[in-house]
Every structure is written in C-alpha cells, then in structure tokens.
C-alpha cells in the first residue's frame, strides 16, 4: 500500500512538473518585425537600426555600427584594431571578409625575447611594440564598396555626430575605465581622455575621433591608410618605440574569405576559416557530438556537460597544433572535419571517467586568449544577414591612446607565439603554426556565425570571451536547437568552458547545481569557478516561426538590440 501512495505521489510531482515546463512564460527578448541590430552599447544598435531604416542594408549597417561601437565602446570597438564578418544574403549567397591585424614588415620571430631567449614581460602586451596594423578601416570600405548600397556619407556622419554630441558613461563602463586606469600611463607619455575618474551618467566626447572620421569620410579609406592620418599614426607609434611603419599601413589590404559551412541535424552552420579557429572547431564540436542524444539528457546535465567537455578538449587540442593564417601555413581543413576523424577522436570517451588531457595529442600548449573583444549582429529588412567580431585584443588594446587622431591601438601582436613553449599574458603558449612573420595575421578564436534552418535563415550571433567564444556560440545555438530555448533564454543560460589546457572545467560561479559540480568530480573532472565569472556576451537573433525577429542581447554587458 505505502508503495502504491509513493508512485501516485511521484506520478503527481512529474506530471505536475511537465505541466510547470509548459506553462512557464518564455523569456523573450525584443522582437521585431522589420529588421535588428543587437551590439554592445545602444548607441551603436541605434545608428545601425537608423541606416536600415533610411533604407540601407546589413552591410551599411555592418559599416555603421562598426564605426559607433569606435566611439561608444572603446573598450573593443575600434578602428585602431581589426576582425571578422561572416554574411548570407537573401538569396543564400554567403561569404566572409577578414580584416584582422597583421604584423608589421620588421617584425622578427624572437622579437619579444631577450638576450637569453626567454619573453620580455609586457612587451607584446603594452605599448607600441604590441601593435599590429589595423585593418578595421579597410574592412568598413571593403563590404560598403562590394556590398553596401547608400552614399557613404549616410554612414559615416551619424558616426561623427555621435563623437561630438558624446556618450553617456555607463556602471559597467565606469567600473572598466577605473581596473583599467594604472595601466595607462604605462604605455603613454602624456595624459590621456581616460585618465580622468569617469563616473556613471557623465558624458565622454571624442572630438579628436571626429576630426579623424571627417578626414576619413572626404578622402575614403586612403586617408587611414596613406594619408594624413597615416603619417600622424606612423609618426606616433614610432615616437613610442613601435616599429610600425607608413610602408605597413600602405600595404595593408582585406581579404575575401571562403566561410566554413557544415551540417548539424537539418541546420547549416556557416562561420569564419582561418585566421580565425572559429569555424574549423566548431565544425569539428559539432560533428564529435552529433552522434549523442543532448535532447535526451538535458540542458547543462551531467552527460550533456560530459560529451561537450570531451568533444572540446580534443576540439583545442588539435586547434593549439594545426591551425594558423592559411596564407603562411598548410591547414588540413577537409581532414579536421571529416566524420570518420572526429568519430575515431571520440573514441576513447566514457562516460564513466574523464578523460586525461595529457594523453589527448598535441603537445604541451595552453590557450587562453584575451576576454575584450566585441561582437554585434544584423539582419535588414531585405532578408540579409550578417555576423561580425571585431577587437583591440586586451581591453582598450595596448593601453597606446594616440590623442590627436582619437583612437586606441591594438596589442594584437600578443596572439602570435611570442615563443614555442612560453605562455602569453593570458596563458597561451604557441605552437610553431603561429609563430610571428612579417605581414602574418595572427590566429584568432573569433567565431562570427550564421545559421539556416531546412534553408532558411535562422539565426546569426556570436560573442567576445577569447578562447571561449567558439565553445559559447556552440552552446547558444545547442540551447535554442536541442533545448528548445527563446534566443534571449539561450543568451541567458549559465556557460561552461574546457580548451584542453588547462585540464578544467571553467564554469560561470554560482551558476551551477552544487550537486551537479559534485558529480563531475567525482568522475575526475577539475572544476574553476573562480576565473570565469563572465563567459561570453553573447549577442544573436533568431527568425521566429512568423518570419519575425527575436533579439537575444547578453546581459552580461551592456548590449542591446535595437529594431523595427
């Protein structure tokens, strides 16, 4: 009889449960008819929002907040760094440019290395010896030139406005300028815009940004590049002890690229190749964990958390060995993503125990990249998409404000290996496929993506986080396809991390059921909590059943969509 109550009463608490699931109101995020933008800062959402809506497409948007996010979010936003863009246009057409830094013609190999051969600290990370040449300004009138559709000016002067009108301080960005404050008299001579105590709610103009943006607007891309600008930037650096050169910006030039597109399911996954490692890991994630059942055992579950931790450990491990820029180094692209490779890499899984990294090939080599990159996503009310993520590399770049043009520069020569072996400021130690060479870009985890559904487009996102986009772009989309998650749910969701070294799992803190984290000690797992308290911020939009349009803007940051 007892027996008999007992199963009535756990019947009752599970159907009781479904019934909860079901009625529970989604979480959804702002939805729209027409077309979004979703970025880091309002500002930028909101001038790109206004490009489409005087009729511009994704691309012109794509140019317009790439430009807003310089002023708004300096953080990442810049034209004094570089990045990527994937795209999909209406008629299924995709594509991608990279814009990425490179290295300046007299870089050397041991360059960060003293006399002894061991790295010089902050050398690659501080100052003007850490700056590789920008390609943000290149890539801008690269996709307006081939794909854009209004005047240029129709872009470029909300941009100028913006600088000179300001930009409200925010709580986040208050509490970032002050961490980052110490830092910057190291890398500067004089004083700079951020050296004063920013407070929340002030207004922060960027009138030497103007100026530079006017100059860029009346004389087109040459100006940054071989230009008047050109020359006061050379000038600049060299002045602070860098060796970039007028010959550097001269030569640098965007690049097509060819997208990785694969399969999940009935989803195509298009996303960036190399330079960056996005589309080739998450390519090789998702072919390692198609063959388990993820709907079956449930989001963030001790087994959905066991396939993606192995499938990620493996995924890094051949990431640190094989890839680098496919113009100075032979990646085998096909064979990383073959079926049969991925499914003999899995071989060895159990779900009984962790596997160890150190007996998952290749080599010895930590990555850990720089956190402070920026991502925003489009989609025009013509039916184009685009994806983009662009960074300084650290936060405000190598801390070199340059006052009379307005901008930061990037310290995005640290992501070469300084040296085969030796740990970068954020851990990464390289391998010999991205050791520095003269007009090299430097290998990347930006990970910019688009996703059709039985053809159709359904979704486009990405995220800063350095070694932990490609695993959070991989889980945001997991959460809305197996866990049939809203796009702002899927946003929401608490994240977790592994890249093969170090062997741990970085976990969001207090995110986690304790019991949860219990249990995957037990089976050998290392758990940190402690070093992650952010992963991602992740900014999508996902095409609803009607053809409308959910935003999901992390709330991690300050990001918001912005629509009609």
């Not at 012109?60 to 907040?65: G, N, P, R």
């Not at 190749?273 to 079956?296: H, R, W, Y």
């Not at 090939?361 to 990555?367: E, M, P, T, V």
Request: hydrophobic share 40%.
């Amino acid at each position: 009889m007892h027996k008999y109550i007992l199963s009535l009463i756990l019947l009752l608490f599970l159907v009781s449960c479904k019934q909860t699931k079901k009625t529970a109101t989604p979480v959804k995020g702002l939805i729209t008819k027409n077309a979004m933008v979703v970025s880091a800062r309002v500002e930028a959402s909101k001038i790109g929002s206004d490009v489409l809506k005087k009729g511009g497409n994704a691309f012109d948007a794509m140019c317009a907040t790439q430009l807003a996010l310089a002023v708004a979010y300096p953080y990442a936003g810049n034209i004094g760094g570089g990045g990527f863009m994937v795209y999909r246009k209406v008629n299924g057409d995709i594509g991608s440019i990279d814009f990425r830094e490179k290295a300046p013609l007299a870089a050397t190999k041991d360059m960060y290395l003293d006399e002894n051969g061991e790295v010089i600290p902050e050398k690659s990370t501080l100052g003007a010896m850490a700056v590789g040449v920008p390609g943000t300004i290149a890539g801008i009138f690269e996709v307006h030139e081939k794909l854009g559709s209004l005047p240029i000016e129709s872009i470029i002067n909300p941009v100028i406005t913006l600088a000179n009108k300001g930009v409200i301080v925010t709580k986040k960005q208050e509490e970032t300028i002050k961490a980052y404050q110490p830092l910057f008299p190291k890398a500067n001579k004089d004083t700079i815009l951020f050296d004063t105590p920013w407070k929340q709610n002030d207004t922060i103009k960027y009138p030497a940004l103007a100026k530079t943006l006017e100059r860029i607007l009346k004389h087109g891309k040459d100006e940054f590049y071989k230009g008047e600008t050109a020359k006061i930037l050379a000038k600049f650096i060299q002045d602070n002890g860098g060796i970039l050169t007028e010959v550097d910006l001269a030569n640098y030039e965007a690049k097509w690229r060819t997208p990785v597109a694969f399969n999940y399911d009935e989803l195509k996954i298009i996303s960036m190749g190399p330079p960056s490692s996005g589309g080739i890991c998450l390519a090789q994630l998702f072919k390692m964990i198609e063959p388990f059942d993820l709907n079956t055992y449930g989001h963030n579950s001790l087994k959905t958390i066991q396939v993606l931790t192995e499938a990620e450990r493996r995924t890094y491990a051949d990431r640190s060995f094989y890839l680098g820029d496919s113009d100075f180094v032979d990646i085998p692209l096909e064979n990383l993503i073959e079926s049969n490779y991925l499914k003999n890499r899995m071989a060895d899984f159990s779900f009984k125990k962790a596997t160890l990294s150190s007996k998952v090939s290749h080599g010895n080599i930590q990555i850990i990249e720089s956190d402070e990159t920026t991502h925003y996503s489009i989609i025009d009310q013509f039916g184009n998409a685009i994806a983009a993520t662009t960074t300084l590399n650290g936060a405000f770049g190598s801390k070199l404000y340059c006052s009379e043009l307005g901008f930061f520069l990037n310290n995005e020569m640290d992501d070469f290996s300084s040296k085969p072996g030796a740990p970068n400021m954020f851990g990464l130690i390289g391998a010999e496929a991205n050791k520095i060479e003269p007009e090299k870009r430097m290998l990347s985890s930006m990970t910019p993506t688009i996703v059709e559904k039985n053809g159709n487009l359904y979704m486009t996102l990405g995220t800063p986080g350095g070694s932990t986009i490609i695993t959070s772009v991989l889980q945001t989309i997991l959460n809305v396809h197996e866990f049939e998650m809203t796009m702002q749910e899927a946003v929401n969701a608490p994240r977790f991390h592994h890249q093969w070294l170090p062997d741990e799992i970085r976990m969001e803190p207090n995110t986690f059921d304790r019991v949860l984290v219990n249990n995957l000690e037990k089976l050998g797992y290392s758990i940190n909590e402690k070093d992650s308290p952010v992963i991602g911020k992740v900014d999508g939009i996902l095409v609803l059943d009607d053809n409308t349009y959910e935003g999901g803007a992390d709330y991690r940051g300050d990001d918001t969509a912005v629509g009609f």
